[in-house]
T-cell receptor, first 111, second 111 residues
Framework: NAGVTQTPKFRVLKTGQSMTLLCAQD?????MYWYRQDPGMGLRLIHY???????AKGEVPDGYNVSRLKKQNFLLGLESAAPSQTSVYFC??????????FGPGTRLTVL | EDKVVQSPLSLVVHEGDTVTLNCSYE??????LLWYKQEKKAPTFLFML????IEKKSGRLSSILDKKELFSILNITATQTGDSAVYLC???????????FGKGTRLHILP
């Protein structure tokens, strides 16, 4: 089992470009989450999903969109990247009880 | 406001010392309080606490939740250099299934 995987691992964008981050899990988890982590800020919830076809806003959703078309995948989109979105992005999944399993992270730099 | 506050933000101790990390929160009705350890990469799960007053233990680590006073502590006894990490606390889903993290405590163990 691969657990939670994230693609890509690193990415550099120019301001205004768009991109999609892919999170995949093979544990049949219902819940999936996208977080961003900035120095000294802990993990901040961007969007989350409680099942296939559902999404909801987290603490810092502005500038991001998500989709959960298949249970195992959770996509995070940036339509027009800004330097403020430079961060490390973590995806996580959970079954019940909220024990989350995290992916390895994606380091995104927006110039 | 729905906050999770961790203290101290950073801590430096010598190997063999005992440390206590604190986590306080504001939401009164939630399903779980979670502790994670983050070294250089993704957070790894330590404990999930759902009931007040019941201690959970794993080796030299232990944690307890006080739902009346709205806080949790993580204790590490006989610390080792391998315990150096950022320790994250999160409160699990309320009615909205969000998992909200604190900013973390950066622990550094000196040999």
């Amino acid at each position: 089992n691969a657990g939670v995987t994230q693609t890509p691992k690193f990415r550099v964008l120019k301001t205004g470009q768009s991109m999609t981050l892919l999170c995949a899990q093979d544990m049949n988890h219902e819940y999936m989450y996208w977080y961003r982590q900035d120095p000294g800020m802990g993990l901040r919830l961007i969007h989350y999903s409680v099942g296939e076809g559902t999404t909801a806003k987290g603490e810092v959703p502005d500038g991001y969109n998500v989709s959960r078309l298949k249970k195992q995948n959770f996509l995070l989109g940036l339509e027009s990247a800004a330097p403020s979105q430079t961060s490390v992005y973590f995806c996580a999944s959970a079954w019940t009880g909220f024990e989350q399993f995290f992916g390895p992270g994606t380091r995104l730099t927006v110039l | 406001e729905d906050k999770v506050v961790q203290s101290p933000l950073s801590l430096v101790v010598h190997e063999g010392d005992t440390v206590t990390l604190n986590c306080s929160y504001e939401v009164t009705n939630f399903r779980s309080l979670l502790w994670y350890k983050q070294e250089k990469k993704a957070p790894t799960f330590l404990f999930m606490l759902t009931s007040s007053g019941i201690e959970k233990k794993s080796g030299r680590l232990s944690s307890i939740l006080d739902k009346k006073e709205l806080f949790s502590i993580l204790n590490i006894t006989a610390t080792q250099t391998g315990d150096s990490a950022v320790y994250l606390c999160a409160r699990g889903g309320n009615r909205d299934d969000k998992i909200i993290f604190g900013k973390g405590t950066r622990l550094h163990i000196l040999p």
